[in-house]
C-alpha cells in the first residue's frame, strides 16, 4: 500500500524556508547555518572587470605532516576572477578536483580523518595538464594555512612557486576581530556557513565562502583585507635567546615558537611588515631583552613569492 503523505510532509520551497529562517532568527535563540552554494552565492558581484585578475583557492588532503615524506592524496581548486582595485569577487571560472595513489597504504588515522580509503586511490592521477594550466593563470593562490599547503603542492607541482600565495590563517587579523579560533569550519560557523569539512573541493570552496563575508568588527572584507597584507614585503623576527620568563609576553605580543626543524633558529618569531621593523626591534630592546641588546636577534626579508615556501626561512 502506497504510503498517503500530507502537506506538512512536503518539502520547504525557497520562499517559505527563508520565511523560516526569519522567524528563527527573530526569536534570539537560534542561528541558521547554511550549506555554502557558490552557484546561487549573491555575494559574487557577477560585474564585468575592465582589468580582471584570477584567483585560486586551494586545499589538499595528505598522507600526513611531513612534506618531504609524505604525498597529496586530493587536490581541489576552485577559480576565480577578482577586481584586485575594488577587492570584489564577481565569478567562479573554473573547478577542479582529483585523486591521486600514494604508492602506499594510508594509515587508519588519514582514512578516519579525511573519510579517503585506499580503494578509492587505487590507480588515480592528478590531471597535471590541467594543473598546471590552471596555476599559469593565477596572480594568488589562497590557502587556510597556506605554511602546510604550498610546501606539498610545489613538491608536486613546480610551477605554484612562481605565484603569489596568500593565507587566511596567518595574514587576516582574526583576534583584532574577536575570533578567537581560525578553524575553517569554525570561521565559517561564525559567519552562518557549514560545508563537508576535511575534503579537499568542499573546504576550498568553504574557503571561498569566507572570503566573500565582511569581518564582524572592522566591516572590511576578508578577501580585501588579504589583498592589502599579502603582497606586501614582510620581515620574519627571531628572537633568539631571549629569556624565557619573557615568553608569556611575546605569546601575548602575536610571536610563536619555532623548533627550528624547518630551517633557522630555536626562537619565539613574529612576522611584520618591513615598515613595522623598527617598532619591533624598539620594543623587543625595551620589553624583552636586559640591557636592551638586540645583537642575537635574526632578521629575514620575504616576499609574497616565496612566503610559506620552503624558501621561507
Not at 80 to 88: A, K, L, Q, S
Not at 122 to 148: E, K, M, P, T, Y
Not at 161 to 184: D, F, G, H, K, P
Request: glycine letters at 8%; hydrophobic letters at 40%.
Amino acid at each position: 500500500m502506497k504510503k498517503k503523505t500530507s502537506k506538512n510532509d512536503a518539502p520547504l520551497n525557497p520562499l517559505e524556508a527563508e520565511i523560516a529562517v526569519t522567524a528563527l532568527h527573530a526569536t534570539g535563540n537560534f542561528q541558521v547555518l547554511r550549506r555554502i552554494n557558490l552557484e546561487q552565492d549573491i555575494r559574487l558581484t557577477r560585474k564585468t572587470i575592465s582589468d580582471p585578475r584570477i584567483g585560486i583557492c586551494l586545499d589538499t588532503e595528505t598522507t600526513g605532516l611531513d612534506y618531504t615524506t609524505d604525498k597529496i592524496i586530493e587536490l581541489g581548486m576552485v577559480v576565480f576572477e577578482y577586481d584586485p582595485v575594488r577587492g570584489e569577487i564577481s565569478r567562479i571560472l573554473d573547478r577542479y578536483s582529483g585523486f591521486e595513489d600514494p604508492g602506499f597504504p594510508l594509515s587508519p588515522e588519514i582514512t578516519e580523518i579525511t573519510g579517503i580509503t585506499n580503494e578509492m586511490l587505487h590507480g588515480h592521477r592528478f590531471d597535471d595538464d590541467r594543473v598546471v594550466q590552471l596555476a599559469n593563470q593565477a596572480s594568488v593562490v589562497i590557502a587556510h594555512n597556506a605554511a602546510f599547503d604550498r610546501k606539498f603542492v610545489e613538491a608536486r607541482f613546480p610551477v605554484f612557486s612562481r605565484v603569489a600565495w596568500a593565507c587566511t590563517v596567518n595574514q587576516i587579523n582574526w583576534q583584532a576581530e574577536r575570533i578567537s579560533t581560525r578553524v575553517l569550519e569554525y570561521l565559517l560557523f561564525k559567519f552562518g556557513w557549514f560545508i563537508h569539512a576535511h575534503r579537499a573541493l568542499d573546504d576550498a570552496e568553504g574557503l571561498l565562502g569566507i572570503l566573500l563575508e565582511k569581518l564582524p568588527s572592522s566591516g572590511i572584507q576578508v578577501f580585501m583585507s588579504l589583498l592589502e597584507t599579502h603582497g606586501k614585503e614582510t620581515s620574519k623576527i627571531s628572537a633568539v635567546g631571549a629569556p624565557y620568563d619573557k615568553k608569556d609576553l611575546l605569546k601575548q605580543r602575536g610571536y610563536r615558537w619555532s623548533d627550528g626543524a624547518q630551517g633557522g633558529s630555536k626562537a619565539w618569531w613574529i612576522s611584520v611588515p618591513t615598515e613595522n621593523e623598527e617598532n619591533e626591534m624598539a620594543w623587543l630592546a625595551g620589553q624583552v631583552y636586559p640591557g636592551g641588546s638586540t645583537n642575537s636577534i635574526e632578521i629575514s626579508r620575504v616576499t609574497p613569492l616565496d612566503r610559506f615556501s620552503i624558501r621561507e626561512r
